[in-house]
């Protein structure tokens, strides 16, 4: 498989205590859709993902 065009990777946003914060991660995804990219790269090596838990990455990916 072979990815094209404009593939962001998401920050995945916190509230001050460590949960997800779901309105601030929405905003953030519904502005790079708006804004024509091709994909969304969640749950990258890059950022404090690698300390989720698997129940917090299926909370970020659904």
């Known amino acids: 498989m072979k990815f094209h065009g ?3 990777p998401v920050v995945t946003p916190l509230t001050d205590d460590h949960e997800l914060d779901v309105v ?3 905003r953030s ?3 790079m859709i708006e804004a ?3 994909g969304l790269f969640v749950l990258g ?3 404090e ?3 989720c838990t ?3 990455r299926r909370q970020i990916v659904e």
């Open 36 to 38: 024509g990219v091709d």
């Open 29 to 31: 995804l519904n502005r």
């Open 54 to 56: 698997d129940e917090r």
């Open 49 to 51: 993902v690698v300390f």
């Open 45 to 47: 090596s890059s950022s």
């Open 24 to 26: 601030s991660y929405e």
């Open 6 to 8: 404009i593939i962001p």
